[in-house]
């Protein structure tokens, strides 16, 4: 398994060292806040409470076992960018750093950071997205122009089949999935449960009007069929 | 169009005031950081610099009218609380708040906040996984058990059709779309694009040992396909 080391305990950098941690892997941390750093001491590998610029205290971690390093320090962009290039001087097989806007992307890239990362901005754009779409129950990119997107279904849609719909003809996306609410007895009672009736449905599938639909398809596209909606 | 209200000007209710904008709509802010007030004023509806936990200034602002808002602050739990349930009392048809752990959750659902997002975390979630995963180029959450996944082609798959690797049957997951890197030449000589071959292969489509395949199924599934490779 590889070794990790985290830099930056906001809430990205916790949850990131809880879900490696969790997944077996070796992981270090580092924050200059003492809070944070025993927040997180009993569960991770190792905790050190210091300074990521400072390049001496680096040395002394033996970063050259390390395989993958993860930047998280949001606000702050030259401490950032100043660890970011430290972990790689000193030998990170891998630097993975937090960006923050389009500029600071540019300079990671500039100075040779291996992976970037932007949780802000693209939470961002997804919750934007499905505001303006009130349709759209959720949106994930797959690629910049490609997205999967649950919709719920336009009442034109309802009773007809995928085939008659035609929506890869008409809208040029596809629809992977139908999940549909059903009502299950539980101890309390009748409970609504969603429930996955057909991945990859075929041509006489039948919608119905409570159903929620898995589309595929370019951004674009899908921006098309959810103005005609 | 909807009328927004954006509390916290960190990374995500920048982008998040930028992006409502683009789409067209009117958006409000509010932050007690003078600096990170005036870097948006000129590109929102209105921009306002104050403590958005002081229930009279809140007033002033006729927060009848405002069909969404959404309480972007990161770090300190207890003003986000205030301010959210400030909100809701004051009229904003729905309120949207950042919560960044399972507590901060519980307790936005308690006080009847309508939505809640967790962008440090989910973004934690896809990393540590495409981490652990190396095959795994990007996933993509549909649900809390589905993804699509972009995942590079495991070497016994080369040359063989998708009717023959049956990956349905054997793994649960659905080829929905084949990415192949293409060669094109440029005015500065050749340069490889990826482009989309394929959305929804057939059974007679032959993967080629440098595709990129785009998968949905369970993440279940999708941890067997990954550990399988």
């Known amino acids: 398994m590889d070794k990790y080391i985290i830099v930056g305990l906001g809430v990205f950098g916790r949850s990131l060292a809880k879900n490696l941690i969790q997944k077996g892997t070796e992981v270090i941390v580092i ?13 991770v590998t190792y905790a050190v409470c210091m300074d990521s610029t400072d390049e001496k205290a680096l040395d002394a971690l033996g970063l050259r076992d390390v395989d993958v390093g993860i930047v998280c320090i949001g606000e702050d962009f030259e401490a950032n960018l100043l660890t970011s290039v430290l972990l790689k001087h000193k030998g990170v097989k891998k630097v993975i750093s937090r960006a923050s806007d389009p500029l600071h992307i540019k300079i990671f890239k500039a100075v040779g950071i291996h992976q970037i990362v932007t949780p802000g901005v693209e939470a961002a754009e997804k919750l934007a997205y499905s505001l303006v779409h009130k349709s759209l129950l959720d949106i994930s990119y797959i690629s910049e122009t490609t997205a999967a997107a649950k919709i719920s279904v336009p009442p034109s849609f309802a009773g007809k089949t995928l085939g008659k719909l035609n929506l890869r003809a008409r809208f040029g996306i596809n629809v992977v999935a139908i999940h549909r609410m059903i009502e299950t007895v539980g101890k309390d009672g009748p409970v609504l449960q969603e ?17 929620i639909l898995v589309v595929i398809g370019e951004t674009d596209n899908l921006d098309k069929v959810m103005k005609s909606l």
């Open 195 to 211: 429930k996955v009736i057909s991945n990859i449905p075929g041509a006489d599938t039948v919608i119905d009007a409570s159903d």
């Open 31 to 43: 924050d200059k806040e003492m809070d944070l750093v025993e927040e997180v001491r009993d569960i």
